[in-house]
């Protein structure tokens, strides 16, 4: 890609990001000011169960990229982790009176640290991906993986 476009497509998604932090920040503030102190959900069980089903989802793909030694590990380490920390926010949040201490342990002793760990596992794989060196024509279509001796067989 010529350096112009690079630097048309980086300011581009620079100001598209910026303008979407932006703006979630005033509807933060909106929404802060606005939204009632309680409120009764219709759907309160799928809400749950979906956020946890989609955990499943993530962490499944975490380990299948682990075990395959896919570069994915890196984006799905991330949302699990990201999922876990959401997990834990509401888990605290949403508790009731007799309940915030559950919540706060479940976050503290299975949530965070689990998320945590995830995060490292991303970081290290960013490290790692960036670390590799170029691969040929012929091996750019097969999707990149961890496993050093299935490259240095290349």
């Known amino acids: 890609m010529k350096n112009r476009t690079v630097r048309v497509i980086r300011w ?11 703006s979630e920040m005033a509807w933060t ?21 979906g956020l946890d089903v989609a955990q499943v989802l993530l962490l499944s793909a975490s380990a299948w990229a682990a075990w395959r030694r896919n ?14 920390l959401l997990d834990a926010w509401f888990d605290v949040t949403t508790a009731r009176r007799g309940d915030v201490a559950q919540g ?10 689990s998320a945590l760990v995830l995060f490292w596992v991303a970081y290290i794989g960013l490290r790692h991906i960036v670390a590799m060196p170029e691969r040929d024509d ?15 067989a290349r």
């Open 12 to 22: 581009s998604l620079l100001r598209l990001l910026t303008l979407g932090a932006l």
């Open 29 to 49: 503030i909106y929404v802060g000011f606005t939204l009632p102190r309680h409120y009764v959900a219709n759907h309160w069980d799928v809400a749950w169960v």
């Open 71 to 84: 570069t994915l590990i890196v984006m799905f380490a991330t949302a699990s982790a990201t999922l876990l």
């Open 104 to 113: 706060i342990m479940m976050a503290g002793v299975v949530e965070v640290p």
């Open 138 to 152: 012929a091996a750019r279509r097969r999707p990149a993986t961890f496993d050093v001796s299935d490259r240095d």
